[in-house]
């Protein structure tokens, strides 16, 4: 009664059309440039893992995963830990301007990065910070905050407060009830926070390539310079792709329950 | 409601406050001082008022004709995106399987292009679309269709478009099915008694169901679409000419490429307020739709 007429059909051919540019991408990164150029074969013919293994033997190129993922962690461990007393503040109490400040913060995740990308570069220069993962952790606070705190404010007001009560009446102090009862009970809503801010943090390419020169220079902007450097060599940049996917579809295999619900900001 | 007044919990909220406002406030006043002022370079500036803000609005001059081609550029690619993502989206979500493992495995495909970075999004499509090494590309010109999006706009187009949908109709998709799964079964036993059609109990069961989710998605995808940069910078790179100059492309190759700072953040600025406009729109929808909802669930 709750689904349409030829659904599996419908389905499928989606499926199919999200797959298939991935596909193309992974079946590219097994072809030597020779194989690519010349002709159109539908798997690699030759199947070589010579692209992959430049990538893990280049310290140019593996660097810059491992920058990537120093910023996006720094990143993440920042938005939940000051996000989580937020949520809790907005979940439970009413105070001096709060709504304002909710939608101010809301304001800031629809912020175009492209707005922030020159200040930014002035602001972490003239703090010392250009160029460090911490510029970049820090920069991406911005739409990352606002989204976890919208995130964990819907899990912490599934939380019947009577629980709040009970706890204090049981002379639970505020630090100890919040670590010790109510970070256990939304543990799950936690782990799909920073889920989402580990995603976001990740996909973000504008501001990480803007706030880095050498020493963080994030994948996304190592796969554009190298690229253009020796002319064009797909299979590379193929297998550079692809190991970037990765992360991403490990993580969505332990939140896939909760991916629906994060991304309606906990409001559904 | 039921909430405590407490003005102490201003400490709680006191982090996320000063770290955003560190990364928005700060940025934003330079932005403002940038925006009335105008440089030769040298680090000089020179005041300029609300010289550069005349210009913007104007579509006589270079400034002004360029932001306004782009926003309506950018208006034209956020509907067409919005009209085609979520009627699909909504498709999408009615059509997933009702349980077993085949729901797990659509869940972690639709959300395969969300995880993807940007940058490598256009990376798949640049690669898909070309004619020499792409399946997509490969295929139409062998068909005989003349597909090429480096030299035609109307390919540029197309492909830009199609991208977006690839990439974002599972976040549609996704929000639908969360607000069709919080229907109770009892709703559709009930229409099937009244002997509802299928289309009856879509407009009245469902659709109605959906509608707070729904506004989330618009706003999603209306806000990131009207940002968009990474993507068809990757693939089209704006061009061919300036057929696809989104406002953030034009945004950074004012500010970036001619560092043109007033231009730019005077730019950045009306950019800004656009957007804080539309935000604020859905949001009064939003809390408003959440306050209807909330007595009507007491009572029940």
């Known amino acids: 009664m709750n689904t349409i007429p030829g659904r599996r059909v419908i389905m499928a051919v989606f499926l199919v059309f999200l797959l298939l540019p991935i596909y193309w991408l992974v079946n590219m990164s097994f072809k030597t440039n020779n194989e690519i150029v010349t002709t159109m074969t539908l798997w690699p013919h030759q199947p070589t893992i010579a692209n992959y293994m430049r990538i893990f033997t280049d310290e140019s190129w593996y660097s810059g995963y491992i920058n990537s993922l120093k910023y996006v962690i720094l990143n993440t461990v920042i938005s939940i830990l000051v996000a989580l007393p937020a949520a809790y503040a907005f979940s439970r109490y009413r105070f001096?301007?709060?709504?304002?400040?909710?939608?101010?913060?809301?304001?800031?995740?629809?912020a175009p990065a492209a707005v922030y990308a020159l200040p930014f570069f002035n602001l972490y220069s003239a703090i010392g910070?250009?160029?460090t993962p911490w510029a970049v952790a820090l920069a991406h606070c911005i739409f990352n905050i606002?989204?976890?705190?919208w995130i964990l404010e819907g899990f912490v007001s599934s939380v019947p407060r009577e629980i709040d009560e009970t706890a204090f009446l049981d002379g639970y102090s505020f630090p100890r009830f919040f670590v010790k009862i109510?970070?256990?009970?939304?543990?799950?809503?936690?782990?799909?926070?920073?889920?989402f801010c580990f995603m976001f943090s990740w996909v973000e390419l504008l501001l990480a390539r803007t706030l880095t020169s050498v020493d963080a220079k994030p994948i996304?902007?190592?796969?554009?310079?190298?690229?253009?450097?020796?002319?064009?060599?797909?299979?590379?940049?193929?297998?550079?792709?692809?190991l970037t996917i990765i992360p991403g579809a490990l993580v969505i295999w332990f939140v896939r329950n909760y991916i629906a619900r994060g991304f309606a900001l906990g409001r559904v | 409601m039921d909430k405590t007044i407490n003005n102490k919990a201003w400490f709680l909220v006191l982090p996320v406050f000063l770290l955003v406002a560190f990364s928005a406030i700060l940025p934003l006043m330079t932005v403002v001082n940038y925006s009335m002022q105008d440089t030769f370079g040298n680090n000089q500036f020179f005041w300029n008022g609300v010289g550069w803000f005349k210009e913007l609005l104007d579509p006589s001059t270079d400034l002004g004709g360029r932001f306004l081609a782009s926003l309506g550029r950018n208006l034209i690619f956020s509907l067409a995106i919005l009209a085609i993502e979520v009627p699909l989206g909504i498709v999408v979500a009615l059509s997933?399987?009702?349980?077993?493992?085949?729901?797990?495995?659509?869940?972690?495909?639709?959300?395969?292009?969300?995880?993807?970075?940007?940058?490598?999004?256009g990376t798949i499509w640049q690669i898909f679309?070309?004619?020499?090494i792409?399946?997509?590309?490969?295929t139409l010109t062998s068909m005989g269709i003349d597909y090429n999006y480096v030299s035609n706009d109307l390919d540029a187009w197309a492909t830009v478009i199609v991208m977006d949908v690839w990439h974002w109709t599972s976040l549609v998709a996704l929000l639908c099915y969360a607000g069709l799964k919080s229907i109770p079964d009892a709703y559709y036993q009930a229409a099937q008694i009244d002997g509802a059609s299928r289309w009856a109990v879509f407009t009245a069961i469902q659709l109605p169901k959906m509608h707070r989710v729904l506004l989330i998605a618009v706003l999603l995808r209306f806000m990131d679409s009207f940002m968009i940069y990474t993507e068809p910078f990757v693939v089209t790179g704006g061009g061919p000419g300036n057929s696809t100059t989104f406002i953030s492309i034009e945004l950074v190759k004012i500010a970036l490429g001619q560092f043109d700072l007033g231009k730019a953040a005077a730019l950045s600025l009306v950019y800004n307020l656009i957007i804080l406009i539309v935000c604020w729109v859905f949001y009064t929808i939003m809390t408003n739709a959440g306050a209807e909802r909330r007595p009507a669930e007491g009572g029940a």
């Open chain 1, 96 to 110: 001096l301007g709060d709504k304002h400040l909710f939608f101010w913060l809301l304001s800031n995740r629809m």
């Open chain 1, 220 to 242: 996304s902007a190592v796969m554009t310079r190298t690229v253009s450097a020796s002319g064009m060599d797909w299979g590379l940049l193929a297998a550079a792709g692809v």
């Open chain 1, 129 to 131: 910070l250009f160029d």
């Open chain 1, 146 to 149: 606002p989204l976890a705190v």
């Open chain 2, 134 to 138: 792409g399946l997509l590309g490969y």
């Open chain 2, 96 to 121: 997933m399987p009702r349980d077993g493992w085949t729901v797990a495995f659509c869940l972690v495909v639709l959300a395969l292009p969300l995880l993807i970075p940007w940058n490598v999004v």
């Open chain 1, 182 to 195: 109510l970070v256990p009970l939304i543990a799950s809503g936690i782990g799909v926070a920073a889920f």
């Open chain 2, 129 to 132: 679309g070309r004619p020499d």
